[in-house]
């Protein structure tokens, strides 16, 4: 079987281990690597310049390619997680995949936690910038009031954004499989999310929702500006408890 390898520029990196081949040719504070592919994901290379980022590990493919980076993790939030989990993580690559923090009122920078597989935020006040948590496939981002642009989640699989109360456009979150925005009132135009398997807009001001009817599961309770249901009788499972102002459920035999 062949392996084949990879040249990689690596700069301000520790000395390179036994098994990696120089070339001759590099920049200043940089050494050229070629490394079989699958060696190559489970090489950690930390920067050791203070002229560099101190809050980044990189390395760089030559030509030039996209590259997962794994950060250092900022001594703020390290000290936070340390408080909160009992154990000290220096980098994005020793995080668990599975972590929940609540009541983080200054945590505003979270891209070390691009790589986890279930991520569940609460009470983070001050948390603007999600956009390193696109690729999380379970991701749970409750009652951050300050968050607004929710664009970049639209890969998310299972998404919780209940009672982001600053969150007003959706529209690019209708590749959600299960998509939550219980007590999201700023949220108003629905007419993306036709394509959500399970969606949740409980204590919304919604209004019209004749773009959810094909929509599996459907929740609705409490959504009092809600009229007109016609469009939902496809629904397989609608909850509309307290929705005081439908008064015609005629179109809903097949719900």
């Known amino acids: ?80 997680l340390e408080e909160r989990t009992g154990v000290r993580y220096e980098t994005s690559e020793d995080l668990p995949p599975e972590l929940s923090l609540g009541g983080c009122r200054t945590l505003t920078d979270v891209s070390a936690f691009a790589g986890l597989t279930i991520l569940s935020l609460h009470c983070c006040h001050e948390l603007v910038d999600v956009t390193a948590l696109g690729k999380v496939p379970t991701l749970t981002i409750r009652e951050c009031r ?60 919604v209004e019209d929702v004749s773009a959810l009817g094909t929509v599996t599961t459907l929740y609705l309770a409490c959504c009092e500006l809600i009229r007109d249901v016609s469009a939902l009788g496809q629904v397989r499972e609608l909850y509309l408890g307290s929705c005081f102002g439908i008064t015609d459920v005629s179109a809903l035999g097949g719900a």
């Open 1 to 80: 079987t062949t392996l084949h390898t990879a040249q990689y520029t690596v700069g301000y990196c520790a000395r390179p281990t036994s098994h990696t081949t120089h070339t001759t040719h590099h920049p200043p504070h940089s050494t050229a690597l070629s490394l079989p592919h699958r060696q190559w994901a489970s090489f950690l290379l930390i920067c050791r310049s203070s002229t560099m980022d101190p809050a980044c590990e990189f390395a760089r493919k030559t030509p030039a390619k996209s590259i997962p980076m794994v950060c250092r993790i900022a001594k703020d939030l390290r000290d936070l």
């Open 146 to 205: 300050a968050l607004v642009d929710v664009s970049a989640l639209g890969s998310v699989t299972t998404l919780n954004l209940g009672y982001c109360d600053g969150i007003v456009d959706v529209s690019a979150l209708g590749g959600v499989t299960t998509l939550v925005l219980t007590g999201c009132r700023g949220v108003r135009d629905v007419s993306a999310l036709g394509s959500v398997e399970t969606l949740d807009l409980r204590f919304t001001y």
